[in-house]
């Protein structure tokens, strides 16, 4: 497996290590719900280290990356961050991205841990202005309400005014580093792109905070299902499109995109599944890949599935019908003969990410 340049110190700190899409990576370092519940009460660190990030440089270098995302991304302003979402020209998802605008002439893109050959067509890699510039770029992400309070008690005073969705570079102990106010979790949170040199002082510096807890994995994964964030590989793959994973709020219908004509032909259509939160009456979890029934008819499978230690209750997403994706609905699942409801995104709903600072 492929090691970060923190997984040593991961495993010094008592780390219990998985592969993840061929990485060697913390599941817990503790206890998943300990892990959680502490992100969403103080701030927890992840090491994601394992991302992909690309430089994106000169006009023509982005318009081709463009072709190929739902959002508009060339006229970004310069220290925004934007969600897009790569597609194929039928419109199935190959990817979900962040993209930071650095300056006039350059976009910063960080994708998923899948192989680059993937993304290679689509990012335009192997031509003039496009850089990866993931093995030498290390990432960690501080989420939960204390985050803010942590780094500026580092001296890293160029969060102290960043709004959501922005990003900033500055420098820590001499050293430029990428800062963007975003996450996985729904609470407050920073994520540092940083060069691989640097990163185990960082990642040390912070975990010796008393606010701080290093959280691996399993935390990350149900802080991201309690708020219906949908992941790649499960909700996110090349067989549903940007409408059916709940993403059209993010579409740029003006942007002429290569997958437009395909996708606009669903959305006229209509007819589509949907991707849709659904939860428990207990602390019994949904499982993925279960079948969904309704009275004795399947409806649809279950993509992610957990128990929600913020809600007290089993959280998941699946992929249902329009008609049966309004918050309400019973549903049953066959090999745990478990009741499953309907809900609202997100579920849970007292998250401190968006909060004006």
Not at 65 to 78: D, N, Q
Not at 80 to 97: K, N, W
Request: include cysteine; hydrophobic fraction near 40%; proline fraction near 6%.
């Amino acid at each position: 497996m492929r090691r970060t340049p923190l997984c040593d110190v991961c495993v010094d700190t008592g780390a219990k290590i998985i592969d993840f899409h061929g990485w060697s990576l913390p599941l817990q370092f503790t206890s998943i719900i300990d892990e959680h519940l502490h992100v969403r009460r103080k701030a927890g660190l992840f090491d994601c280290s394992h991302m992909n990030e690309f430089l994106i440089e000169g006009p023509q270098a982005i318009r081709r990356f463009s072709r190929h995302v739902f959002t508009e991304i060339a006229a970004l302003p310069v220290g925004r961050c934007r969600y897009a979402g790569i597609l194929t020209a039928q419109g199935g998802m190959v990817d979900d991205c962040v993209v930071l605008r650095l300056d006039e002439d350059t976009l910063f893109v960080v994708t998923n841990a899948g192989p680059v050959e993937r993304l290679t067509p689509y990012l335009g890699l192997g031509t003039a202005g496009v850089q990866d510039v993931s093995g030498k770029t290390a990432k960690l992400d501080l989420q939960g309400p204390a985050s803010r309070e942590v780094l500026l008690s580092l001296g890293i005073e160029a969060i102290e005014t960043l709004r959501f969705w922005h990003a900033k570079r500055t420098k820590w102990q001499g050293t430029e580093i990428l800062i963007a106010r975003a996450g996985y979790t729904g609470e407050l949170g920073y994520e540092l792109y940083l060069p691989n040199a640097i990163a185990v002082d960082l990642w040390r510096l912070l975990t010796g905070h008393p606010l701080v807890k290093p959280c691996g994995l399993g935390a990350r994964d149900t802080l991201r299902t309690e708020m219906s964030y949908p992941l790649y590989g499960q909700e996110i793959t090349e067989g549903h499109t940007p409408l059916e994973a709940g993403m059209e709020r993010f579409i740029a219908w003006l942007h002429p995109f290569d997958a437009k004509p395909a996708i606009e032909a669903q959305r006229d259509r209509g007819c589509y599944p949907v991707l849709t939160a659904i939860r428990t009456a207990s602390r019994r979890a949904p499982r993925p890949g279960f079948a969904l029934y309704r009275g004795g008819r399947p409806v649809g499978a279950i993509t992610s599935g957990t128990y929600g230690p913020s809600v007290g209750h089993g959280v998941g997403l699946a992929y249902l019908s329009r008609d049966l994706s309004a918050p309400g609905n019973r549903l049953e699942t066959g090999p745990r003969d478990l009741v499953i409801e309907t809900a609202s995104m997100p579920i849970y709903t007292e998250g401190s990410c968006r909060i004006r600072l």
